[in-house]
């Protein structure tokens, strides 16, 4: 049974800093891994979608890394800021589902 | 596009009450996933339609629970009678396909009194 991991569970940074963000999985057999963030109150927002055959995905500020063989990815989050203070969930489907499990989150929060 | 749009955001309602979510996915998508959150379980998955079919319900807690997508643009979700477990927020996602990015609405919170 895929069981999903994110280590912490809550994180607070000054802003500027540089954060890590670590997500593991028990099972190496995915088909992709996303990270999604959540404000309070709303709903999910796709950040990094990583397809199993890639090792990192970037979008602005963010880099996301995937090591299948080890079970984990991680979030990078450079500079930060305060609007990046949110939750960060990890979420990982198995090779041919569609099913998406996924981390209790991080819970960031960036000081202005 | 205006995104997954759920209504009601917010339900209130007593025990042995129904309870009907609503679901819009967004237009064009053809996976629509219904999923619970709640503090002590995280996010789980409650079902799954591909083409306005249910391909899987083995998230669904019981049979108190059920759901239909009558058509590609409305989906709903059914607690009768509810209970005050089932408080939690329940999101509505789509999707292109089952293995792209899944797009959420904002949610609807659910409390049973």
């Known amino acids: 049974k895929q069981e999903v991991t994110q280590i912490p569970a809550a994180l607070s940074v000054p802003e500027g800093e540089n954060l890590v963000l670590n997500c593991s999985f028990t099972?190496?057999?995915?088909?992709?891994l996303q990270w999604f963030r959540q404000d309070p109150g709303k709903g999910l927002t796709s950040l990094l979608l990583i397809q199993s055959s890639q090792r990192e995905q970037t979008s602005g500020r963010l880099n996301a890394s995937l090591d299948k063989s080890s079970g984990r990815s991680t979030l990078y989050i450079a500079a930060s800021q305060p609007g990046d203070s949110a939750t960060y969930l990890c979420?990982?489907?198995?090779?041919?589902?569609?099913?998406?499990?996924f981390g209790t989150g991080t819970r960031l929060k960036v000081l202005a | 596009d205006a995104g997954v749009i759920q209504s009601p955001r917010h339900e209130v309602t007593e025990m042995g009450q129904e309870v009907t979510l609503r679901c819009k996915p967004i237009?064009?998508?053809?996976?629509l996933f219904w999923y619970r959150q709640t503090m002590m379980r995280g996010l789980e998955l409650l079902i799954y339609f591909n083409n306005n079919v249910p391909i899987d319900d083995s998230g669904m807690p019981e049979d108190r629970f059920s759901a239909k997508m009558p058509n590609a643009s409305f989906s709903t979700l059914k607690i009768q009678p509810s209970e005050p477990r089932d408080s939690a927020v329940y999101f509505c996602?789509?999707?292109?396909?089952?293995?792209?990015?899944?797009?959420f609405g904002p949610g609807t919170r659910l409390l049973v009194l």
């Open positions: 996602a789509s999707s292109w396909t089952d293995q792209e990015t899944q797009y």
């Open positions: 237009s064009g998508h053809n996976s």
């Open positions: 099972d190496s057999a995915i088909y992709n």
């Open positions: 979420a990982v489907s198995l090779s041919g589902t569609y099913k998406y499990i």
